[in-house]
């Protein structure tokens, strides 16, 4: 079994601030996921990166998959409200079926 | 909008009662997932399956069955509900490309008494 070390495990922030998530592992991943989870919900994609050293933006949100693709980060720049939530990443190995990490709950106090 | 859809919601039920959990996709994918989802813990995957006739078991031993008689429907099964199987569990399908996201439903919570 792929283990996924997501750290912090909570975060209590500012509106305004920013944060950084980390997603690690001993293992090599074919691909990497992050996820937003909110309450009553199921997970929802945010992500996707595949290559090594490979850095994706949505919008405040910067992904970067780390160069030996075992590690991956997730920085939100000036949090707001509405990304409160459960972050989550999966990676996926040789089987192509993610494994899950325990996820960072992240809230933002405007 | 969904197009994975999970039944029931909610369920409260006592101990030694059969229960199916119902999941349903709308999107034509080959892959259906369960998973277990606990506060504070990862999401354990119990049961997965390839596509029609194909189930197999995840990492999270588990007292539930599965089947896929049709690519749309993945219900679960616990043949007799013990206080241990109270979680949130969630359904997702994807597309057989690997490396395609996961579309999740909303999840049913279940409680055993």
């Known amino acids: 079994t792929q283990l996924l070390e997501q750290s912090p495990q909570f975060l209590s922030i500012q509106e305004g601030e920013n944060l950084t998530v980390y997603c690690n592992s001993s293992?090599?991943?074919?691909?990497l996921q992050w996820y937003r989870q909110e309450p009553g919900e199921g997970p929802v994609l945010l992500v996707t990166?595949?290559?090594?050293?490979e850095v994706k933006k949505l919008k405040r949100l910067t992904f970067q998959f780390g160069d030996a693709r075992k590690d991956s980060s997730l920085h939100i720049t000036a949090a707001q409200p509405g990304d409160t939530g459960l972050y989550l990443c999966?990676?996926?190995?040789?089987?192509?079926?993610?494994?899950f990490g325990r996820g960072t709950s992240l809230i933002v106090h405007p | 909008e969904a197009d994975i859809y999970q039944t029931p919601r909610y369920l409260v039920i006592g101990t030694g009662k059969k229960i199916t959990l119902e999941c349903s996709q709308t999107?034509?994918?080959?892959?259906m997932y369960w998973y277990q989802q606990d506060p504070g813990m990862e999401l354990h995957l119990i049961h997965y399956?390839?596509?029609?006739?194909?189930?197999e078991k995840g990492d999270l031993s588990s007292e539930s069955t599965v089947s896929r008689i049709r690519t749309e429907h993945f219900p679960l099964t616990l043949e007799s509900a013990r206080p241990s199987h109270t979680s949130q569990y969630l359904c997702?399908?994807?597309?057989?490309?690997?490396?395609?996201?996961?579309?999740f439903g909303n999840g049913t919570r279940l409680t055993v008494t």
């Open positions: 997702a399908s994807s597309r057989g490309a690997r490396n395609s996201p996961l579309h």
């Open positions: 293992s090599v991943f074919s691909s």
């Open positions: 990166v595949v290559t090594g050293g």
């Open positions: 999966a990676g996926s190995g040789g089987s192509y079926i993610p494994t």
């Open positions: 999107m034509g994918h080959d892959k």
């Open positions: 399956s390839y596509g029609v006739n194909s189930t």
